[in-house]
Every structure is written in structure tokens, then in C-alpha cells.
Nanobody
């Protein structure tokens, strides 16, 4: 069982930046693909970004390309989401998720096995 704890959310003006962090409780984390998802009020949870277990491959949804960067530090059991040029439509609860080896589909929330409790991001216009 991997426990994930997100931090770094908050209130920011449009055009600003935030860095979300996700701390994993187990060293087995380093064998998991990791993803960030978000859920706005009244909407379904949506994929934001993912990174392979090695960090060699990353994936972003189109709406955040060029603005958000996912990274990981396996020595520290951490995953990060650097968010720049934030827009009001980025407002949501952001969740970190871990995907066990051999699972398929980094953009599908049902393909992830462990989730954090979420951190709220609010972007004012």
C-alpha cells in the first residue's frame, strides 16, 4: 500500500505559478508510473500529466502543454507538478496517483491504484 500526500496548492492570480508536490510513503514508488489529475466542481476527474517510473517519459493533456511540467525524484519519493501561466480554468482539486507496474493507460484514472487526498488550486482572474 502506497500512501500519497499532496501539497503546494493555494490561491494565485492568473498568469502566476504554483508547484505541487506529492510525497510517497514507500520506496516501491520508484517502480510506479505517476500521474496528476484534477477535478473541478461539477466536473469529472480529468488527466493532467503523467511520468514513467524512470522519469524518461512524460505525458501532458493538451490544455496544459507548454505550461505544466511533471517531474519526479525517486531518491526522495517525490513527484512534482510545476504549473506556470495559470488560468482561471485550471481551478480544481489536484490529485496525485500511482500506477503499479504492468498497468496500462496513463491517462485513464481507473488505471491507477493509489490516490492522494488532493490539494486545492484556485486561480483568480
Amino acid at each position: 500500500q502506497v500512501k500519497l500526500v499532496e501539497s503546494g496548492g493555494g490561491l494565485v492570480q492568473a498568469g502566476g505559478s504554483l508547484r505541487l508536490s506529492c510525497a510517497a510513503s514507500e520506496r516501491t514508488f520508484r517502480s510506479y508510473n505517476m500521474g496528476w489529475f484534477r477535478q473541478a466542481p461539477g466536473k469529472e476527474r480529468e488527466f493532467v500529466a503523467a511520468i514513467s517510473w524512470s522519469g524518461d517519459s512524460t505525458y501532458n493533456t493538451d490544455s496544459v502543454k507548454g505550461r505544466f511540467t511533471i517531474s519526479r525524484d525517486n531518491d526522495k519519493n517525490m513527484v512534482y507538478l510545476q504549473m506556470n501561466s495559470l488560468k482561471p480554468e485550471d481551478t480544481a482539486d489536484y490529485y496525485c496517483a500511482a500506477q503499479r507496474p504492468l498497468r496500462i493507460g496513463v491517462t485513464d484514472p481507473t488505471a491507477y491504484d493509489y490516490w492522494g487526498q488532493g490539494t486545492q488550486v484556485t486561480v483568480s482572474s
